[in-house]
């Protein structure tokens, strides 16, 4: 397993029909990762678009994940946590200056997610709504957000698989309230493609 270290991140390449499992290690961590066509990095994930062809807001096993161009780029084969997001945005430094009230730097996955992007010339500007594994985003009935500290378990992981040649940013996020109070790693391995 490759290993990204607490509130940091990374970017690969993900062939299609290549699997991607991504685990936290020590459980109750937030993970956010965003896709890119590897051939054409204008065509990236979109959460407008999955939660409109998959006709939920909780996306899990057996969903798709589409670009913004109604293509399908992973399909979640396994999910043993069963709870991500798809409605907030990678925090950024203003999401701790503006909901913290946080003071000076701070670590963010918008940040670490265009960092590790810009080897592939994807840049801040091109950072879309991230799909939030494992981020347990709870709704009442009149529509108001709360962020609840995720349930995952050291054992709990997410396996998807490309359906197109894939460039994928991936973090293990930064927001306290996300994460419980605390950061921990996130594990991801990349599972070769079986040979039919």
């Known amino acids: ?12 390449i993900l062939k299609k029909g290549e699997q991607l499992k991504i685990q936290s ?9 965003v896709l890119f066509n590897l051939n054409d990095t204008r065509e990236k994930i979109s959460s407008g678009k999955t939660l409109d062809f998959e006709e ?20 979640i084969l396994e999910d043993t946590n069963g709870r991500n997001d798809f409605l907030l945005a990678p925090c950024s430094p ?33 950072i879309p709504t991230a799909f939030n594994i494992f981020m347990n985003v709870q709704f009442d009935t009149d529509g108001k957000l709360s962020v609840d500290p ?5 054992q709990d992981y997410i396996l ?3 359906q197109k040649d894939l460039i994928v940013g991936l973090t293990a996020c930064s927001a306290e ?14 599972i070769a493609q079986k040979n039919e």
Request: with cysteine.
């Open 1 to 12: 397993m490759n290993i990204i270290s607490r509130q940091s991140g990374a970017a690969f």
């Open 25 to 33: 290690p020590q459980g109750n961590q937030v993970s956010d990762m």
């Open 56 to 75: 939920s807001i909780l996306i899990s096993r057996g969903n798709y994940l589409w670009s913004n161009r109604s293509e399908k780029m992973m399909m």
């Open 94 to 126: 203003e999401t701790f200056e503006i909901m913290y009230h946080h003071k000076g730097y701070h670590p963010s996955c918008f940040e670490n997610l265009y960092r590790n992007l810009e080897a592939y010339d994807i840049f801040p500007d091109d």
């Open 150 to 154: 995720p349930t995952n378990t050291p």
């Open 160 to 162: 998807f698989e490309a």
């Open 177 to 190: 309230d996300s994460n419980g109070g605390s950061f921990k790693e996130i594990a991801y391995e990349i």
